[in-house]
C-alpha cells in the first residue's frame, strides 16, 4: 500500500483541496500582485529620476542584499517560533513600510537614498516570510505532491509576474507610482488575514522532546550555525551553492540591465520593460505547469544543468536583439527553462531537509547562493559602460554556458540529483 502511495503522480486537485494549503497559497497570490507592481514603479522610478544606470543596479541591490544580512537570521527564528505568527507580523511590518514610501512619495519628501533605505527594510521584511512558506508546505501536502504544491506557488508568481508586470508599467505611466504602492501595502494585509485562519499546528516547528530540550538549551548562535552545518556536511549542497553563486552573478548583472535595455537597446519605455518581465513571467507559468505534472524525481540534476545551459544561449542571444518582438520571445523562453530548474530543486530541497530545520537550512543557503547578487548589480552598470549593455549580455549568457557545462561534468552529486 506504502509502495502505491509513493508511487502516485502529483495532484494539483488533491494540493488546492487541502484548506490549510489554500489559505497559505491565496494569501501569497494576492500578496505577490502586489509585490511585482511594486518592483516595476519603484525601479523604473529610479531610472526616471536619476537617468543613471548604475543607480538602477544600486536600488537592486539593495533589494538583493537582505536574503544574505537579514535571511540566515530570519531562518534561526523560523525554526524556533510558530511559522504562522511570523508570517503575520512580516507581513504587516511590510504593509506598514509600503505605505510609508507612498505617502513620502506623494508628499514629496521621498529622497533616492531614503527610497534605498525603504528598499533594504522592505526585503527584510520577506525574509521571515518565504522559508516560513517554505517550510510550512511539506507540512501540509502530501510527499508525492510536493511538486504540485511547488508548481502552484511557482504558477501564482509567474502569473503575477505577469499581470504585475505588464500592468505596473502601465499604471506608473498612466497614474504614477502611488496608486501600485499603496496596493502593495493592501495585499500585505490581506495576506496577513489569511494565514490568520490557517490552524496553529500546521504551522508549528516539528520536534520530539529531545530535539525540544536541545532547542531551548541552544544559544541564538548555536541554531544559527547549525544552518551552515548541515549545508558544509553535503557534497550536493556544496555544489550547489559554487555554482549558484556563479550563475546567480551573471543573471543578476542581466536583470539589472533589463530597463535600460528595454529603452537604450530595444528601443522602448516602461511599457516593454514590464512587457519583457511578465514575457518571462509566462514563460514560468508554462514551465510551472509542465513540471508540476511529470515526476521528475529521478532527473532533477539534469534539469538543472540542461535549463541552466539554454538560459545562457538565450541570454547571449538577448545581446544581440534588437527588436523588441524577439527579445519577448526570448524572453519568455527563458522564463520557461527557469522553471524548469527552480521547481525541481525546490522539491528536492524540502525532501532531503529535516523539517525542524527548513527555516534555517533554507535561509543560508540563499545566503550563500545570492551572495554575489548585490556585487552584480552594482557592478553591471560599470561594465555595460565600458562595453556596452547588448554585449554585457552576450559576455555575461557565454559564460553562463561555460560554467554550467563544466560543472556538468566536475559535479557529480548535483549531476545525478534525485529524491
Given at each position: 500500500?506504502t509502495?502505491?502511495?509513493?508511487?502516485?503522480?502529483?495532484?494539483?486537485?488533491?494540493v488546492?483541496?487541502?484548506?490549510?494549503?489554500?489559505?497559505?497559497w491565496?494569501?501569497?497570490?494576492?500578496?505577490?500582485?502586489?509585490?511585482?507592481?511594486?518592483?516595476?514603479?519603484a525601479?523604473?522610478?529610479?531610472?526616471?529620476?536619476?537617468?543613471?544606470?548604475?543607480?538602477?543596479?544600486?536600488?537592486?541591490?539593495?533589494?538583493?542584499?537582505?536574503?544574505?544580512?537579514?535571511?540566515?537570521?530570519a531562518?534561526?527564528?523560523?525554526d524556533?517560533?510558530?511559522?504562522?505568527?511570523?508570517?503575520?507580523?512580516?507581513?504587516?511590518?511590510?504593509?506598514?513600510?509600503?505605505?510609508?514610501?507612498?505617502?513620502?512619495?506623494?508628499?514629496?519628501?521621498l529622497?533616492?537614498?531614503?527610497?534605498?533605505?525603504?528598499?533594504?527594510?522592505?526585503?527584510?521584511?520577506?525574509?521571515?516570510?518565504?522559508?516560513a512558506v517554505?517550510?510550512?508546505i511539506?507540512?501540509?501536502?502530501?510527499?508525492?505532491?510536493?511538486?504540485?504544491?511547488?508548481?502552484?506557488?511557482?504558477?501564482?508568481?509567474?502569473?503575477?509576474?505577469?499581470?504585475?508586470y505588464?500592468?505596473?508599467?502601465?499604471?506608473?505611466?498612466?497614474?504614477?507610482?502611488?496608486?501600485?504602492?499603496?496596493y502593495?501595502?493592501?495585499?500585505?494585509?490581506?495576506?496577513?488575514?489569511?494565514?490568520?485562519?490557517?490552524a496553529?499546528?500546521?504551522?508549528?516547528?516539528?520536534?520530539?522532546?529531545?530535539?525540544?530540550?536541545?532547542?531551548?538549551r541552544?544559544?541564538?548562535?548555536?541554531?544559527?550555525?547549525?544552518?551552515?552545518?548541515?549545508?558544509?556536511?553535503?557534497?550536493?549542497f556544496?555544489?550547489?551553492?559554487?555554482?549558484?553563486?556563479?550563475?546567480?552573478?551573471?543573471?543578476?548583472?542581466?536583470?539589472?540591465l533589463?530597463?535600460p535595455?528595454?529603452k537604450?537597446?530595444?528601443g522602448?519605455?516602461?511599457?516593454?520593460?514590464?512587457?519583457?518581465?511578465?514575457?518571462?513571467?509566462?514563460?514560468?507559468v508554462?514551465?510551472?505547469?509542465?513540471?508540476?505534472?511529470?515526476?521528475?524525481r529521478?532527473?532533477?540534476?539534469?534539469?538543472l544543468f540542461?535549463?541552466?545551459?539554454?538560459i545562457?544561449?538565450?541570454?547571449?542571444?538577448?545581446?544581440?536583439t534588437?527588436f523588441?518582438?524577439?527579445?519577448?520571445?526570448?524572453?519568455?523562453?527563458?522564463?520557461?527553462?527557469?522553471?524548469?530548474?527552480n521547481?525541481?530543486?525546490?522539491v528536492?530541497?524540502?525532501?532531503k531537509?529535516?523539517?525542524?530545520?527548513?527555516?534555517?537550512v533554507?535561509t543560508?543557503?540563499?545566503?550563500?547562493i545570492?551572495i554575489a547578487?548585490?556585487?552584480?548589480?552594482?557592478?553591471s552598470?560599470?561594465?555595460?559602460?565600458?562595453?556596452?549593455?547588448?554585449?554585457?549580455?552576450?559576455?555575461?549568457?557565454?559564460?553562463?554556458?561555460?560554467?554550467?557545462?563544466?560543472?556538468?561534468f566536475?559535479?557529480?552529486?548535483?549531476r545525478?540529483?534525485?529524491y
Amino acid at each position: 500500500m506504502t509502495q502505491t502511495i509513493l508511487e502516485e503522480k502529483p495532484s494539483f486537485r488533491r494540493v488546492l483541496s487541502n484548506r490549510q494549503f489554500t489559505l497559505l497559497w491565496s494569501g501569497q497570490l494576492v500578496s505577490q500582485s502586489g509585490d511585482f507592481i511594486f518592483d516595476v514603479a519603484a525601479i523604473w522610478l529610479v531610472y526616471q529620476l536619476t537617468a543613471n544606470v548604475f543607480n538602477v543596479g544600486l536600488a537592486l541591490s539593495m533589494v538583493l542584499l537582505p536574503p544574505i544580512i537579514v535571511g540566515p537570521i530570519a531562518g534561526v527564528y523560523v525554526d524556533r517560533f510558530n511559522r504562522k505568527d511570523l508570517i503575520q507580523v512580516a507581513n504587516i511590518f511590510q504593509a506598514i513600510i509600503s505605505a510609508a514610501i507612498a505617502l513620502l512619495y506623494s508628499t514629496g519628501r521621498l529622497s533616492f537614498p531614503l527610497l534605498l533605505a525603504f528598499l533594504f527594510v522592505l526585503n527584510a521584511g520577506a525574509q521571515f516570510i518565504r522559508p516560513a512558506v517554505t517550510a510550512i508546505i511539506p507540512g501540509v501536502t502530501r510527499r508525492e505532491d510536493l511538486a504540485a504544491a511547488n508548481s502552484l506557488f511557482s504558477l501564482s508568481s509567474s502569473v503575477n509576474q505577469i499581470a504585475g508586470y505588464g500592468i505596473g508599467g502601465i499604471l506608473v505611466l498612466a497614474f504614477g507610482a502611488t496608486l501600485p504602492i499603496y496596493y502593495d501595502a493592501f495585499t500585505f494585509v490581506f495576506a496577513a488575514f489569511m494565514v490568520s485562519l490557517i490552524a496553529r499546528s500546521y504551522c508549528a516547528v516539528p520536534t520530539n522532546s529531545q530535539n525540544a530540550l536541545l532547542l531551548h538549551r541552544d544559544s541564538f548562535l548555536d541554531r544559527f550555525r547549525q544552518g551552515l552545518a548541515y549545508i558544509r556536511n553535503s557534497r550536493f549542497f556544496i555544489e550547489l551553492v559554487i555554482i549558484g553563486i556563479v550563475l546567480n552573478f551573471f543573471g543578476s548583472g542581466v536583470f539589472a540591465l533589463l530597463a535600460p535595455y528595454s529603452k537604450i537597446v530595444a528601443g522602448g519605455d516602461a511599457g516593454l520593460y514590464g512587457a519583457l518581465l511578465a514575457g518571462f513571467s509566462a514563460g514560468t507559468v508554462i514551465g510551472s505547469v509542465l513540471v508540476g505534472k511529470i515526476d521528475s524525481r529521478n532527473y532533477v540534476g539534469k534539469l538543472l544543468f540542461g535549463g541552466v545551459i539554454t538560459i545562457g544561449g538565450l541570454t547571449a542571444l538577448m545581446g544581440l536583439t534588437t527588436f523588441a518582438l524577439f527579445a519577448l520571445a526570448e524572453s519568455l523562453a527563458i522564463g520557461f527553462f527557469q522553471a524548469t530548474v527552480n521547481i525541481p530543486l525546490s522539491v528536492l530541497f524540502q525532501a532531503k531537509v529535516p523539517s525542524e530545520l527548513l527555516g534555517r537550512v533554507a535561509t543560508s543557503l540563499v545566503a550563500l547562493i545570492t551572495i554575489a547578487q548585490p556585487v552584480s548589480a552594482a557592478t553591471s552598470g560599470a561594465v555595460a559602460g565600458s562595453i556596452s549593455i547588448g554585449e554585457t549580455f552576450l559576455l555575461y549568457g557565454v559564460l553562463m554556458m561555460v560554467v554550467s557545462a563544466g560543472a556538468f561534468f566536475l559535479f557529480r552529486e548535483l549531476r545525478e540529483a534525485r529524491y
